[in-house]
C-alpha cells in the first residue's frame, strides 16, 4: 500500500469535497440516524450532544430523540470504548467485530492509567466485579449510581478513576452504554443487552475495517485508517490489501472504492457539534481547520465549528437560548442568513422549547 504524505496545508478543493460526499454531508442524506452511524461505521461520543449532532449534519427528518430512541428501544445504536481507547457511537452488529478487533492493545494502557489514578490490579479486579454484578442484579444503571457501588467497596473513583475502571468493564467486552433516562446513558451487560458473540477472525474484520472505513471517509490513505482506528500501521495496510481489487487510486496515494463519487460539491454552510466526525477520520486536519487548527481543538478537546465551502469560518457554542458564532473573519450576508437558518434546525432538532437567538461575538482566542 501506498504510504500517503502528511502535506503542511491542503486548501479545501475536489478532495475535500469528495471525503465530505462520503461522509454524507452532500449528496442524498438519510432518514435514519442507524443509517449515519452505518455509513461512518464509528462516531466519536465522548460529548453526549456533540454524537447526536453528528446525526444531525447527515441525515434529514431525524431528531436527537429518534437517537435516543435507537441507543433505548430499538437497541439498534450502543456507546462502548473502541477506536483509540475513546467512546464510540456503533451499531451492535458492528460492535461484535470492532470490539476484539480494536481493544485488545487499549487493554494496556487502561492499566497504567488505572495505576497513574491510584487504582490497583487487585482494585481493579474487585471494580470489575462490583460493575458486573450490580448490573446483572439492579441495571442497567447510571454512571451515579456505579460510583456509589464502587465507593462501598472500596474501590477508588476519584480524579478520572472511576473512568477508567469502566473503561475496563468495557474493554473486556462485559459492558456498553445503552438506554438513555432522563438525559442520562447507562450501563448494561453485554450479554443482556445484546447477546452472544457471532464468531470471530482478524483477517475478516481487517478487510472489513478498511471496506467500511473508505465508506464514510473515502479517499484516504493506509495512515488514515491507522490514525482513525488506533492500530498499527501493518494492520490498516493488512486491510486494504485485502480489499484491493475493490479499490482505485486517487490523488497521489489515496484510495476509494471504485464506485465512489469522482466529483462532488462542498456541502453548504452548515453548524457541526463538536468531536465532528469530520475532524476525526484522516491524518491531516488542514483541509478543514487551514491555519485555525489551535482555535478549533485544544488540549484534547473539538470545539463545535461552522463549515462553509468546505472549511472551518467559526466556531459557536449554545448556551440557554443563545447560539453565540465566533467568526475567524467577517461572513457575508448570505453564508450568515444560512448559518442562522442552520441554527434553527438545531434547535428542532435538539427539542429546545424556545428558538435560538444567533448572535456574534468576538473572534475565537
Request: charged share 20%; aromatic share 4%.
Amino acid at each position: 500500500m501506498t504510504t500517503v504524505p502528511t502535506p503542511s496545508v491542503r486548501s479545501p478543493g475536489p478532495l475535500t469535497a469528495l471525503r465530505c460526499r462520503s461522509q454524507l454531508l452532500t449528496g442524498t442524506p438519510p432518514t435514519d440516524a442507524v443509517d449515519v452511524v452505518a455509513r461512518l461505521l464509528a462516531v466519536q461520543a465522548q460529548d453526549p450532544r456533540g454524537f447526536r449532532l453528528a446525526v444531525r449534519t447527515r441525515s434529514t427528518g431525524v431528531t436527537a430523540a429518534d437517537v435516543d430512541r435507537a441507543l433505548t428501544d430499538d437497541r439498534s445504536l450502543i456507546v462502548t470504548t473502541l477506536n483509540r481507547g475513546t467512546l464510540h457511537l456503533v451499531r451492535p452488529e458492528d460492535y461484535w467485530w470492532l470490539h476484539p478487533l480494536i481493544t485488545p492493545s487499549l487493554l494496556t494502557s487502561n492499566t497504567r492509567r488505572l495505576a497513574e489514578t491510584g487504582v490497583s490490579p487487585d482494585r481493579a479486579e474487585l471494580g470489575v466485579r462490583v460493575v458486573t454484578d450490580a448490573l446483572r442484579a439492579d441495571g442497567p444503571l447510571t454512571r451515579a449510581q456505579l460510583r456509589s457501588r464502587l465507593d462501598s467497596s472500596g474501590v477508588p473513583t476519584a480524579g478520572q478513576a472511576l473512568v477508567h475502571v469502566l473503561a475496563l468493564t468495557s474493554l473486556r467486552g462485559l459492558t456498553v452504554r445503552g438506554p438513555v433516562v432522563d438525559g442520562h446513558q447507562l450501563w448494561v451487560p453485554v450479554a443482556d443487552w445484546l447477546g452472544s458473540p457471532p464468531p470471530f477472525d482478524r483477517p475478516t474484520a481487517l478487510a472489513e475495517l478498511a471496506r467500511r472505513y473508505l465508506a464514510g471517509h473515502a479517499p484516504a490513505g493506509d495512515r488514515d485508517l491507522a490514525r482513525w482506528a488506533g492500530l498499527p500501521l501493518r494492520d490498516a495496510r493488512a486491510g486494504l490489501s485485502a480489499i484491493a481489487s475493490e479499490l482505485v487510486e486517487v490523488d497521489g496515494g489515496l484510495v476509494a472504492p471504485i464506485a465512489a463519487p469522482r466529483t462532488a460539491e462542498p456541502p453548504p454552510p452548515r453548524l457541526f457539534g463538536p468531536f465532528d466526525p469530520l475532524l476525526h477520520g484522516w491524518v491531516d486536519r488542514t483541509p478543514v481547520v487551514a491555519d485555525q487548527m489551535d482555535v478549533i481543538t485544544t488540549n484534547g478537546l473539538f470545539r463545535p465549528f461552522a463549515l462553509v465551502g468546505g472549511r472551518a469560518v467559526a466556531t459557536w457554542g449554545l448556551a440557554g437560548g443563545t447560539l453565540t458564532l465566533r467568526p475567524f473573519a467577517p461572513l457575508s450576508a448570505v453564508v450568515r442568513k444560512a448559518l442562522d437558518a442552520d441554527a434553527a434546525d438545531v434547535a428542532d432538532y435538539l427539542g429546545l422549547v424556545h428558538p435560538i437567538e444567533v448572535v456574534t461575538g468576538p473572534p475565537p482566542a
